[in-house]
């Protein structure tokens, strides 16, 4: 059963840090894209950044480039998402998404057919 559960989250400065962590099971990590992707009230869900199955790079959206890094420990079944110089507009609720094709790789910063976790919110506020 594929399973996807982040977590992570929480309340923090604007300027401040978190990672994010979405654990999985039920599949084999190194061979499927993982997207991170957020909603913020009243918007559409967006894609923020995809990595690729094994060394198949990493996609960023322009408003989280050079603050965000996404980052994948196949050991421990984790995706990371490392979150720096948070601003206001950063607040939302974050999911982690896999692909359910393998071996395909991100769609720029998103995955072509997503299989979702639940999410986790990020507030940023001071």
């Known amino acids: 059963q594929v399973q996807l559960v982040e977590s992570g989250g929480g309340l923090v400065q604007p300027g401040g840090s978190l990672r994010l962590s979405c654990a999985t099971s039920?599949?084999?990590?190194?061979?499927?894209?993982i997207g991170w992707f957020r909603q913020a009230p009243g918007k559409e869900r967006e894609g923020v950044s995809c990595?690729?199955?094994?060394?198949?790079?990493?996609y960023y959206a322009d408003s989280v480039k050079g603050r965000f890094t996404i980052s994948r420990d196949n050991a421990k079944n984790t995706v990371y998402l490392q979150m720096n110089s948070l601003k206001p507009e950063d607040t939302a609720v974050y999911y982690c998404?896999?692909?359910?094709?393998?071996?395909?790789?991100?769609?720029?910063?998103?995955?072509?057919?997503?299989?979702w976790g639940q999410g986790t919110q990020v507030t940023v506020s001071s």
């Open positions: 998404a896999a692909d359910q094709r393998p071996y395909f790789y991100c769609s720029g910063s998103s995955v072509g057919q997503p299989y």
């Open positions: 039920g599949f084999t990590l190194d061979y499927y894209a």
């Open positions: 990595i690729s199955p094994s060394e198949g790079g990493t």
